[in-house]
């Protein structure tokens, strides 16, 4: 079972006489006078299906400490990687002195592991803490709306398609590898549609129009390997990969449904597609169209954020839509 704390504290912690050593002094202070912190993010991070033998990995409180380094400091887990190796503030700040070889894939799995909902109930229980009431009354808030974009690419009709064919490549192949030898034969379009979705970046006209034609047709033809791979299960050879790739499929079939149905009101048809009815990836199919006035349209979601006088930020909404 994944330990909450390092059962030896260091006699040398230590942090600077700077400004953001001080920072990290008093955060570090903090989350040791909340024990709340960690027992919510040790729901997240236990996994009771695990032997207790081997390497124990992180402790919670580490996995706590360098995702709020990662945020604070705006790193990616690349640079946190190296960061937390290189520096013996980060390290002693995270309290993962010693550790050898902590990746940035290491990171990213402990860390994403503590979803949005413990995030936000952690931020409650350290608003609700004495120190934090020391510093902020609640008296006066400050409410402000911002956008947070998503990490995708510009959306594009035939970027959307060549996406939806490459992922679906992907699975037919893995699901051909968990059916019997012989059983099931697909034909691999993803060269042709890289190819068209291209050249639609060169054309004008009924020449991009035949084009379309020709990618919506490729579409669909994948989808009906994808089908037809998902009623093979009669000779299934690896049932627990077949289960795995047969969900992600699931999840995939109604947002190339999605991109072929908006593809064919926007360019086939000339419609003006409301924007509850776009998509803008198939990888964040939840990112919103957002129109701020005369700015450039923006691709993620919008935030409101509650602040008080001192700037501590008391909550923040997530709209839909």
């Not at 955060?27 to 993010?41: F, G, M, T």
């Not at 010693?98 to 503590?114: V, Y």
């Not at 034909?187 to 990618?215: D, H, P, T, W």
């Not at 048809?269 to 923006?298: A, C, L, Y």
């Amino acid at each position: 079972m994944r330990q909450k704390h390092n059962p030896q504290s260091s006699i040398f912690e230590y942090f600077p006489k700077h400004e953001t050593g001080q920072q990290l002094k008093i955060i570090s202070r903090l989350l040791d006078n909340n024990p709340a912190v960690i027992d919510l993010a040790f729901t997240c991070l236990q996994d009771d299906n695990k032997k207790d033998t081997g390497r124990k990995g992180l402790t919670v409180d580490s996995i706590v400490r360098a995702a709020l380094l990662k945020q604070m400091m705006g790193l990616t887990y690349r640079e946190l990687s190296f960061y937390l190796q290189d520096s013996f503030s980060y390290a002693n700040f995270a309290r993962i002195e010693g550790q050898e070889g902590l990746s940035p894939t290491r990171l990213q799995a402990s860390i994403k592991r503590i979803d949005a909902n413990t995030w936000e109930a952690i931020n409650r229980a350290l608003l609700l803490s004495p120190e934090t009431k020391s510093i902020e009354k609640g008296r006066m808030v400050r409410i402000d709306s911002t956008v947070t974009e998503t990490d995708i690419h510009p959306p594009c009709d035939s970027q959307l398609i060549w996406d939806c064919v490459r992922v679906s490549v992907r699975l037919l192949y893995g699901l051909q590898r968990c059916l019997a030898a012989g059983h099931f034969h697909f034909c691999n379009r993803s060269r042709a549609v890289k190819r068209k979705a291209y050249q639609i970046g060169f054309k004008r006209g009924r020449n991009k129009i035949r084009l379309y034609r020709e990618l919506l047709a490729l579409l669909a033809e994948t989808r009906g390997y994808l089908c037809n791979a998902l009623s093979c299960g009669e000779a299934v050879t690896d049932p627990l990969q077949y289960i795995a790739l047969t969900e992600q499929a699931q999840d995939l079939l109604p947002l190339m449904d999605r991109v072929a149905s908006q593809t064919e009101r926007r360019v086939l048809h000339n419609e003006q597609v409301p924007p509850q009815d776009k998509i803008v990836s198939i990888f964040e199919p939840d990112t919103d169209i957002i129109v701020k006035g005369g700015r450039d349209v923006q691709f993620g979601h919008k935030l409101n954020i509650t602040t008080g006088r001192s700037g501590m930020v008391l909550d923040v909404v997530v709209e839909e839509g």
